[in-house]
């Protein structure tokens, strides 16, 4: 199981995403985080964290950003899954804040003894 997830700029930037409301919004990003390592997802629980109807659900079908697998169950697919996920390096670029350019910082003080 994953532990961290990465959705695209240019999906969450365009204008299918961008015209949904902030509801739909969250069910989706939630749908994302909660979904499995193939971009499968039990909808319930995650619709009840985000305070979802089942009309919100419906929006993000008719969007076409998820295709519903199980009607009985609700159990999804992510379709933009592989966009989503096809470069699993961008979630972690270490980089350092601290260069030549910047000194570090002062130590504490000491503390007085009580």
Do not use: C
Not at 31 to 52: E, K, P, S
């Amino acid at each position: 199981m994953k532990d961290s997830f990465v959705i695209s700029k240019h999906l969450i930037k365009s204008t299918r995403f961008l015209r949904l409301n902030g509801v739909v919004q969250a069910l989706y990003i939630h749908l994302n985080a909660d979904a499995d390592d193939f971009g499968i997802v039990d909808v319930l629980a995650t619709m009840r964290q985000t305070n979802a109807s089942e009309q919100d659900l419906l929006t993000l079908i008719s969007v076409g950003l998820i295709t519903m697998l199980d009607q009985k169950d609700l159990i999804v697919y992510i379709n933009d899954w592989n966009l989503n996920n096809n470069n699993r390096d961008v979630r972690f670029i270490k980089i350092s804040l601290r260069s030549s350019r910047f000194p570090p910082p002062p130590a504490p003080a000491p503390r007085p003894l009580s």
